[in-house]
């Protein structure tokens, strides 16, 4: 386990200064929209929170945590924070292989066609789409986390911004409890998959469902994919915990102790595994872990998406 | 020996709902908790009950551990939130060695 003063001080730096917990320019960080024809007007903003663009970045960062968790070498990490942090974030940008970052910003391109495809009146502004401070909130930093807050709810504010679309359970939570909560400043929030809305009866497969912490109980929303899949002919098979009882994957503790999130991400996979069927997840996160712990797991929009494929 | 202090619940208030002290130590946060570490997190809320709070200075690393995953608020029987009251103590902790 690695002193977590030493990463919350490396975050909160990273966020203090560049806006997002790895100090990588928001430019190479969120390219999914480029070449993607998205519209710049409509009613609901499509809010990413950067949350699926930063997993490559996690999974790379992780595997050398991971590397040198409990060894005499990781005593280190407490001088990153020297390093300036667009140039940490730069070097991490450069050895993070470009496939990866190219499925993870599929998957935003297929949440985006699902919109479209279900009608919705939505646009997408790069310049407005923050990280959340969600990890600041986790880890205990609120000054920090209140502080980024309202710089992000400030801006979405002053567009005129009142109706948010989301991606991911940690971002659609701080948006939601949080923003009001600390900040003072609310949004109608809505997640894409409760903006499903096309026929399809293409599914023709079954699916064990991973239900993330902040859906399942946080947020009390498990039930929406669950019929969404359902109408599109996709069963999804009985998993023992789930909905308001769902395991964590682990993720939340990939930054403090690596060992500890596979250690728990491996006990939720051999509970997901006794389906039988391909695992599906609507968490970043819990993706990035899951997949960490061996499995191949598939993320929600890609269900959706090849149904309207077919 | 640990040095209690009396008035800690009441230190503890701005960083955390006031829920400390509904917990009667019954155990279902620890049994239901995915880490499976020891009294985690029934210890640490013990600690603020008896206002141990060198104890929880010296422990501090493990909060980190908590997953936030919010098992133990979903079965706690005094609806006491033990995952909030350790997110509070992380805020407590920060708060503490920022000012150090």
Redesign the interface.
């Known amino acids: 386990m690695y002193n977590p003063k030493d990463i919350i001080d490396i975050i909160a730096g990273n966020v203090r200064k560049t806006r997002n917990p790895f100090g990588i320019p928001k430019f190479l960080v969120n390219r999914w929209h480029k070449g993607f024809d998205m519209p710049g007007k409509g009613d609901a903003m499509l809010f990413t929170g950067l949350m699926y663009q930063f997993v490559p970045y996690i999974e790379k960062s992780t595997k050398y945590l991971a590397k040198y968790e409990d060894t005499f070498l990781g005593n280190f990490i407490r001088f990153a924070g020297y390093i300036p942090s667009y140039l940490s974030g730069l070097g991490l940008s450069v050895i993070t292989p470009g496939d990866e970052k190219k499925k993870f910003n599929g998957i935003l391109q297929n949440i985006a066609k699902i919109l479209k495809a279900s009608k919705v009146d939505f646009f997408y502004r790069p310049d407005l789409d923050d990280y959340s401070g969600v990890l600041l909130y986790d880890l205990g930093d609120q000054e920090g986390f209140v502080k980024h807050a309202r710089y992000v709810a400030g801006k979405l504010k002053a567009a005129g911004i009142k109706k948010l679309i989301t991606v991911d359970p940690h971002t659609t939570y701080a948006l939601i409890v949080l923003f009001p909560k600390y900040v003072g400043e609310s949004f109608e929030v809505k997640t894409y998959f409760e903006l499903v809305n096309f026929q399809s009866k293409n599914g023709h497969r079954h699916v064990t469902l991973h239900d993330p912490c902040f859906y399942g109980r946080y947020l009390d929303l498990s039930e929406v994919p669950k019929k969404v899949l359902t109408d599109l002919n996709v069963e999804c098979v009985p998993v023992r915990n789930a909905g308001q009882f769902t395991n964590c994957c682990g993720g939340p503790a990939e930054s403090i102790s690596p060992k500890l999130s596979t250690e728990v991400g491996d006990r939720r996979l051999e509970e997901l595994n006794l389906t039988g069927e391909k695992i599906v997840a609507m968490c970043p996160i819990c993706l990035g872990n899951l997949r960490k712990s061996g499995a191949d797991v598939e993320d929600l929009s890609t269900v959706i998406a090849q149904c309207l494929e077919k | 020996m640990a040095l209690l202090n009396p008035n800690f619940a009441e230190e503890m208030e701005p960083?955390t709902e006031d829920t400390a002290l509904a917990c009667f130590n019954c155990g279902t946060c620890t049994a239901i908790c995915?880490?499976i570490y020891e009294h985690f997190p029934r210890k640490m809320i013990r600690y603020i009950q008896i206002g141990a709070k060198d104890r929880i200075l010296e422990n501090?690393?493990e909060?980190?551990?908590c997953?936030?995953?919010?098992?133990c608020?979903?079965t706690c029987p005094r609806e006491a939130n033990p995952g909030e009251i350790i997110?509070g103590?992380?805020?407590f902790?920060?708060?503490n060695?920022?000012r150090s």
Not at chain 2, 67 to 71: E, F
């Open positions: 960083f995915p880490l501090a690393q909060l980190w551990r997953l936030h995953c919010g098992l608020t979903q997110l103590l992380k805020r902790v920060v708060a060695w920022r």
